[in-house]
């Protein structure tokens, strides 16, 4: 069986070289659920599915910003911590205290809180998962992790989570979410959704994933104008085509394939697909677009990076009252769900009410916590 080897040589000057993990890539099914450590949590056989609409970072080293958290945490259905990306250095250990402070002090009610630790390769990854599991694990539902490649991090996370539970005496395992960033973490895509029960779900890094490929565009998130499809040229009056024509452009989507993979590993694995980050903030209607592109693809959620992009993610999220009464109706309309009706003018089959209980499903989910949107879905 191949083995999963990788080696970081982050140790200094000596070139000395840390072996995170050297693991079997498949577990044996019967030792897939059981504890990594002694005393440790059993596993979760289902991951959980609350409303996962957006993924609302924060800087937990703002302190202006941590005092508006028990505000905003009512707002959203999941506040991330951010450790990462976007966190000074010289603020880290801050950030680090400011989510021990947050996790101990606000009342997060129906609301996830997660954190975004840095980076496996970084020198405050041990001392952001040991402070966090230790300090405040009872209130971390999910831990991203940015930058994973392969099912050796995920192993080396989950086994360094389980000790650290045990010693915190939790009662529940924390799950991973982790971040697809570089092209080996895409073309492992698979493994990595499988390589452990506690995965949550994947979100697509864009930025960092289009710097790792070398693709020229410095957006984060959403499409470029140079990525485009042109209209065929029109027939001049010599009979030939005029490639000088005006012709019609349609600006296509760079991440539409990165998705699409990411969204069908997720399923194959159970867990939950998210696309990340729109880095224009002032450029809502985009975000809006690319958001809806990655709902209708299967993403359950986005992130959102400021206020404004809260709303955007709620209403792309929910699915819409119209599309409900109808996935409603053709679900009456089917009885057993066997069969083909026509219904206004359509055939419905088998397939087609398997679609409506998805859209259905996710309504009733999100009308349990939300009276508006209930009374909007006339549950």
């Given at each position: 069986m191949?083995?999963?080897?990788?080696?970081?040589?982050?140790l200094?000057?000596?070139g000395?070289?840390?072996?995170?993990?050297?693991?079997?890539?498949?577990?044996?099914?019967?030792?897939?659920?059981?504890?990594?450590?002694?005393?440790?949590?059993?596993?979760?056989?289902?991951?959980?599915?609350?409303?996962?609409r957006?993924?609302?970072?924060?800087?937990?080293?703002?302190?202006?910003?941590?005092?508006?958290?028990?505000?905003?945490?009512?707002?959203?259905?999941?506040?991330?911590?951010?450790?990462?990306?976007?966190?000074?250095?010289?603020?880290k250990?801050?950030?680090?205290?400011?989510?021990?402070?947050?996790?101990?002090?606000?009342?997060?009610?129906?609301?996830?809180?997660?954190?975004?630790?840095?980076?496996?390769?970084?020198?405050?990854?041990?001392?952001?998962?040991?402070?966090?599991?230790?300090?405040?694990?009872?209130?971390?539902?999910?831990?991203?992790?940015?930058?994973?490649?392969?099912?050796?991090?995920?192993?080396?996370?989950?086994?360094?989570?389980?000790?650290?539970?045990?010693?915190?005496?939790?009662?529940?395992?924390?799950?991973?979410?982790?971040?697809l960033?570089?092209?080996?973490?895409?073309?492992?895509?698979?493994?990595?959704?499988?390589?452990?029960?506690?995965?949550?779900?994947?979100?697509?890094?864009?930025?960092?994933?289009?710097?790792?490929?070398?693709?020229?565009?410095?957006?984060?998130?959403?499409?470029?104008?140079?990525?485009?499809?042109?209209?065929?040229?029109?027939m001049?009056?010599?009979?030939?085509?005029?490639?000088?024509?005006?012709?019609?452009?349609?600006?296509?989507?760079?991440?539409?394939?990165t998705?699409?993979?990411?969204?069908?590993?997720?399923?194959?694995?159970?867990?939950?697909?998210?696309y990340?980050?729109?880095?224009?903030?002032?450029?809502?209607?985009?975000?809006?677009?690319?958001?809806?592109?990655?709902?209708?693809?299967?993403?359950?959620?986005?992130?959102?990076?400021?206020?404004?992009?809260?709303?955007?993610?709620?209403?792309?999220?929910?699915?819409?009252?119209?599309?409900?009464?109808?996935?409603?109706?053709?679900?009456?309309?089917?009885?057993?769900?066997?069969?083909?009706?026509?219904?206004?003018?359509?055939?419905?089959?088998?397939?087609?009410?398997?679609?409506?209980?998805?859209?259905v499903?996710?309504?009733?989910?999100?009308?349990?916590?939300?009276?508006?949107?209930?009374?909007?879905?006339?549950f």
């Open positions: 191949p083995l999963c080897l990788r080696s970081l040589d982050f200094g000057q000596g000395n070289q840390l072996l995170l993990e050297s693991v079997t890539s498949v577990k044996s099914p019967k030792d897939f659920f059981k504890p990594l450590a002694v005393g440790a949590p059993a596993p979760l056989t289902e991951i959980p599915v609350p409303p996962s957006m993924i609302h970072f924060f800087p937990p080293s703002n302190a202006k910003m941590v005092s508006k958290v028990p505000a905003i945490a009512p707002t959203v259905d999941i506040l991330l911590g951010n450790l990462e990306d976007g966190v000074p250095a010289t603020e250990e801050a950030a680090r205290a400011g989510l021990v402070e947050v996790g101990k002090t606000v009342d997060m009610g129906a609301t996830q809180l997660w954190t975004r630790v840095n980076s496996l390769d970084s020198p405050w990854f041990l001392d952001d998962i040991y402070t966090l599991v230790t300090e405040i694990g009872d209130k971390l539902d999910v831990i991203m992790i940015p930058k994973v490649e392969g099912a050796e991090d995920i192993h080396f996370v989950d086994r360094l989570l389980a000790q650290l539970e045990a010693k915190a005496e939790l009662t529940r395992p924390i799950l991973i979410h982790a971040i960033e570089t092209a080996r973490g895409v073309a492992n895509v698979e493994e990595i959704c499988g390589a452990s029960p506690r995965m949550q779900g994947l979100s697509l890094g864009p930025a960092d994933l289009a710097a790792n490929r070398r693709m020229k565009t410095t957006r984060v998130g959403g499409g470029h104008p140079g990525y485009l499809v042109r209209q065929d040229p029109a001049g009056d010599d009979g030939e085509t005029d490639i000088t024509s005006e012709r019609t452009t349609y600006q296509q989507d760079l991440w539409h394939y998705i699409s993979r990411m969204v069908d590993a997720c399923v194959t694995h159970g867990i939950l697909p998210f990340g980050p729109f880095g224009d903030i002032k450029d809502t209607v985009a975000c809006e677009d690319q958001f809806r592109n990655a709902y209708l693809l299967g993403c359950v959620g986005a992130w959102s990076l400021h206020p404004v992009q809260i709303g955007i993610a709620k209403k792309v999220f929910s699915p819409d009252p119209a599309d409900v009464a109808h996935a409603q109706r053709v679900i009456d309309a089917m009885g057993d769900g066997t069969g083909a009706i026509m219904l206004d003018g359509k055939m419905e089959d088998d397939a087609s009410v398997k679609q409506c209980h998805v859209v499903g996710l309504a009733r989910s999100l009308a349990e916590r939300d009276p508006e949107l209930a009374e909007l879905y006339g």
